[in-house]
């Protein structure tokens, strides 16, 4: 069974970093796609980043939100994906799951969360004004 596993998320104060990482296990599943998503108290949970792709070419999504700030990345040797968050806003503050799947997704679906099929606990990003 196929199990995501983040890590990362904390307090931070405005303008600082922050890094994300997810594992996904076995380590013989072959991921096509990951991404993170996000839900703050009350909202919907919304698309932060995805990565696509096989090595060496991958395509990579933002929401207009965090496009500049966020830095999506894949490491295929430990099956990982990790989000680098820079001049973070308080806004920011939600929990982050991260997400991925094994099919071959269209990259303009990259920003549904419909399209994937596995799912983390979430970790809790909190930005602090």
């Known amino acids: 069974q196929v199990q995501l596993g983040e890590s990362g998320g904390g307090l931070v104060q405005a303008g600082g970093s922050l890094r994300l990482s997810c594992a996904a296990s076995p380590r013989t599943f072959s991921i096509y796609a990951m991404g993170w998503f996000r839900q703050a108290p009350g909202k919907e949970r919304d698309f932060v980043a995805a990565i696509s792709g096989s090595a060496p070419i991958y395509y990579a999504d933002y929401a207009d939100s965090v496009k500049g700030r966020f830095t999506i990345s894949r490491d295929n040797a430990k099956n990982t994906v990790y989000l680098q968050m820079n001049s973070l806003k308080p806004e920011d503050t939600a929990v982050y799951y991260c997400?991925?799947?094994?099919?071959?997704?269209?990259?303009?679906?990259?920003?549904?969360?419909?399209?994937?099929?596995?799912w983390g606990q979430g970790t809790q990003v909190t930005v602090s004004s």
């Open positions: 997400t991925a799947t094994d099919r071959g997704i269209n990259r303009l679906r990259l920003k549904f969360s419909n399209e994937y099929d596995y």
